[in-house]
């Protein structure tokens, strides 16, 4: 069955430090992959897509994530945390099968300390 | 171009009762999701449609649920009766086209409390 997984509910950084965020993918056809964000008591909106074009994507904040097929990964980068980074994101996952909808992880919650 | 809306923000309800959560989606937009967000299960698919048809609601808990897409811009979703488990915030999103690439656009969610 194809799902996605991120790994750590909960990840905390320093201001300025690297936020390194988990996500693996489980598949048997070529996926598509999506980071979203959402702050508190909003809905979601999105930060990058991987869509089988090139396997670094470049999204909205300073964001990226790459696209590793043979790690069935795609981890959500940020070379330096702002304080406004805290929010929880989301991994998720499509296929280009009839009927797919996106498939979200159960999400990570970014913590900023000053 | 205003975004989804969705309404009631909060509702409070008691066990049984009929609650009906609704949902405008951005104008030309064509796909329309319905996903619940407990701190257990996360975000959850409840159905999605397609220019108004149902394409996979298997994700919908059971019977006292149902959603409806009246006209192009308009969906409802529908508990009846409501139970404590049903508490969850509800989220609608719209897409334009069906393609599945595309960047799926969320209102601000409803907030069902069943006591």
């Known amino acids: 069955a194809q799902s996605v997984t991120q790994l750590g509910s909960h990840v905390s950084v320093s201001e300025g430090a690297l936020v390194l965020l988990r996500c693996n993918y489980s598949?048997?056809?070529?996926?598509?992959l999506f980071w979203y964000v959402q702050y508190p008591n909003q809905g979601l909106q999105l930060l990058l897509k991987?869509?089988?074009?090139?396997?670094l994507v470049k999204g909205i904040n300073g964001f990226e994530a790459e696209f590793k097929k043979s790690e069935t990964s795609f981890h959500l980068t940020k070379p330096s945390a702002h304080m406004s980074d805290a929010a929880e994101y989301f991994c998720?996952?499509?296929?280009?099968?009839?009927?797919?909808?996106?498939?979200f992880g159960k999400g990570t919650t970014l913590s900023v300390s000053s | 171009d205003a975004g989804v809306i969705q309404s009631p923000r909060h509702e409070v309800t008691e066990m049984g009762q009929e609650v009906t959560l609704r949902c405008k989606l951005i104008?030309?937009?064509?796909?329309l999701f319905w996903y619940r967000q407990t701190m257990m299960r996360g975000l959850e698919l409840l159905i999605y449609?397609?220019?108004?048809?149902?394409?996979?609601d298997s994700g919908m808990p059971e019977d006292r649920f149902s959603a409806k897409m009246p006209n192009a811009s308009f969906s409802t979703l529908k508990i009846q009766p409501s139970e404590p488990r049903d508490s969850a915030v509800y989220f609608c999103?719209?897409?334009?086209?069906?393609?599945?690439?595309?960047?799926?656009?969320f209102g601000e969610g409803s907030r069902l409390t069943v006591l």
């Open positions: 991987y869509t089988s074009a090139a396997t």
């Open positions: 999103a719209s897409r334009l086209g069906t393609g599945r690439t595309g960047e799926l656009f």
């Open positions: 104008s030309g937009h064509n796909s």
């Open positions: 998720a996952v499509t296929f280009n099968q009839a009927g797919t909808a996106l498939i």
């Open positions: 449609f397609n220019n108004n048809v149902p394409i996979d």
């Open positions: 598949s048997s056809v070529p996926p598509y």
